[in-house]
T-cell receptor, first 114, second 116 residues
Framework: SAVISQKPSRDICQRGTSLTIQCQVDSQVTMMFWYRQQPGQSLTLIAT?????????ESGFVIDKFPISRPNLTFSTLTVSNMSPEDSSIYLC???????????FGEGSRLTVL | AQTVTQSQPEMSVQEAETVTLSCTYDTSESDYYLFWYKQPPSRQMILVIRQEAYKQQNATENRFSVNFQKAAKSFSLKISDSQLGDAAMYFC?????????????FGTGTRLKVLA
């Protein structure tokens, strides 16, 4: 199993600012993903964090807005840049191994943009 | 593209009773994983149960079991002896086993209410 620590757990931000969310896994994992989730809704994949290389973004998400780093197997950051109220959401870090395939989740970071 | 469908936005069950949550999926792959995740109001997602497509036997974890029908592409979750702590959002998820992308596809979720 893997324990994922994510911080900050919540923050209130001003429009136009940027915020970086950190994700630390307590064991080596092969996969790390960043999701966005509106309360009571399903998960939307933002990107796959690739170790030592550029993240792979899903349609509708771009690197300039959501830069992601993954310098090693157990750590990743997601930055939400130039925030607007539409970016208010819960951002989830997840990680796992190719096999047995279980995906573990952090507690999430609830961002409110004013 | 693979899809996961949960047709029940909300379900209710009496404490100690049994409830079944439905999930269907679509894929052209033969080898894949299916999961049920639980997200309580505190919001951290936790794995409830996992099924490998090549295994005929339905997975079971204590009070949680699945009915995996590969031909019908159905993967329902049965919760027996429901407890108040089972109240949560439940998400069905799919992942290819061998394609190399390893992206997880989540359904829209079913909110389960447990009535005392």
């Amino acid at each position: 199993s893997a324990v994922i620590s994510q911080k900050p757990s919540r923050d209130i931000c001003q429009r136009g600012t940027s915020l970086t969310i950190q994700c630390q896994v307590d064991s080596q994992v092969t996969m790390m993903f960043w999701y966005r989730q509106q309360p009571g809704q399903s998960l939307t994949l933002i990107a796959t964090a690739n170790q030592g290389s550029e993240a792979t973004y899903e349609s509708g998400f771009v690197i300039d807005k959501f830069p992601i780093s993954r310098p090693n197997l157990t750590f990743s950051t997601l930055t939400v840049s130039n925030m607007s109220p539409e970016d208010s959401s819960i951002y989830l870090c997840s990680a796992g191994t190719t096999f047995p395939g279980e995906l573990f989740f952090g507690e999430g970071s609830r961002l409110t943009v004013l | 593209a693979q899809t996961v469908t949960q047709s029940q936005p909300e379900m209710s069950v009496q404490e100690a009773e049994t409830v079944t949550l439905s999930c269907t999926y679509d894929t052209s792959e033969s080898d894949y994983y299916l999961f049920w995740y639980k997200q309580p109001p505190s919001r951290q997602m936790i794995l409830v149960i996992r099924q490998e497509a090549y295994k005929q036997q339905n997975a079971t974890e204590n009070r949680f079991s699945v009915n995996f029908q590969k031909a019908a592409k159905s993967f329902s979750l049965k919760i027996s002896d429901s407890q108040l702590g089972d109240a949560a959002m439940y998400f069905c998820a799919y992942r290819d086993a061998t394609s190399g992308t390893y992206k997880y596809i989540f359904g829209t979720g079913t909110r389960l209410k447990v009535l005392a």
